[in-house]
């Protein structure tokens, strides 16, 4: 049973009360773990906090706010086997979602408080760690117009109307996938590379069902013709995500990987966690079992692998060795 915690609590996510917030987290925990409050602020290295909290010896640590918060205490826990508490506050909580931690605050504590803890993957992009997705194209020109005080009046429709707009701009890009053992050369308007991601991220929900604790990386192609091609892929991959069945579209692909080089052209932008990286190339790696959360047991289907049907498609198997 856990006994003591630093709790690293960002008072300005989401829409809720935080002092209230705070208090009931206090409430369900304290009685059974000691816990040292830590409090976020625009001036603060919410990474360093977390990194000195280890540095002290804490038991566990616990990550209150949006994604940037469990993002940034994820990345000071990775191949420490310090385990890591979610209580999702955010306007996203993609993280929290993908791994089916509940995104109520009182069985987000519970959760906490009953100890089950599970080993899930992590990522490197360009030598920075991804706990979530890496998405080029599309996505990450979304997000970047997806502005924060938007985000903060609209929640997740400032995503949805981000995206609308993104739309009248849509092009393909020429796309270089290399993996361990093949290069894939196709076209796109997306392509994410997902450690775990929840279903409202659907330009990773190709195969469906992504596992966190696989060791492989899951890479989706999205490669619409036009704006009416686009509004179609994006229903058929949300009822993919819903359903848990892959998708059957000649213009969604996936596959899985270790690791992954892309290089596209004209370069692409890039986001990874919710924040812009720079642009293509990238590479990927996954780190299995790297993170340990406090997460409840959900049982997760396998995905599996489709790229026929991509626009101009080659692939050239590499020699291994």
């Given amino acids: 049973m856990l006994k003591t915690a630093c709790l690293i609590f960002n008072p300005v996510a989401g829409q809720g009360n935080a002092e209230i917030d705070l208090a009931r987290i206090r409430s369900i925990l304290e009685p059974d773990i000691e816990l040292e409050i830590l409090l976020t602020s625009p001036d603060t290295n919410t990474e360093q906090m977390a990194r000195q909290a280890i540095e002290r010896g804490v038991e566990a640590l616990i990550a209150s706010g949006g994604d940037g918060t469990v993002s940034a205490v994820a990345e000071a826990t ?22 089916g931690i509940p995104l109520d605050l009182n069985a987000a504590c519970e959760t906490i408080r009953t100890g089950m803890t599970r080993k899930v993957d992590t990522a490197l992009c360009n030598g920075k760690p991804m706990i979530l997705l890496a998405g080029i194209g599309f996505e990450a020109e979304t997000v970047e117009k997806a502005d924060r005080a938007t985000k903060d009046r609209l929640g997740m429709l400032a995503y949805v109307l981000a995206g609308l707009a993104q ?10 996938i290399e993996t361990g053992d093949r290069v894939i050369r196709t076209e796109a308007v997306a392509v994410t590379v997902a450690n775990v991601a929840p279903p409202t991220s659907i330009l990773a929900q190709g195969p469906a069902g992504l596992v966190g604790d696989d060791g492989l ?7 619409p013709a036009n704006v009416l091609g686009a509004i179609a892929v994006s229903y058929n991959l949300l009822s993919t995500a819903l359903s848990g069945e892959a998708s059957l579209r000649d213009d969604v692909g996936y596959l899985r990987s270790d690791r992954v080089r892309i290089t596209t052209d004209p370069p692409q932008k890039v986001v990874v966690d ?16 790297a993170l340990t959360i406090f997460v409840p047991f959900i049982e997760e289907p396998a995905p599996v692998e489709k790229l026929e049907g991509l626009p101009n498609l080659e692939i050239e198997p590499k020699e291994l060795g």
Wanted: aromatic share 4%; charged share 15%; proline share 5%.
């Fill in 78 to 99: 990775i191949t420490t086997g310090i385990p890591l508490g979610i209580i999702a506050r955010g306007t996203a909580n993609a993280f929290a979602t993908a791994l």
């Fill in 167 to 176: 739309l009248r701009e849509m092009e393909r890009f020429a796309v270089e």
């Fill in 217 to 223: 990386l899951d890479i989706t192609i999205v490669a």
């Fill in 274 to 289: 919710g924040e812009i990286l720079g642009t293509t190339p990238i590479e990927v790696s996954c780190l299995p079992g």
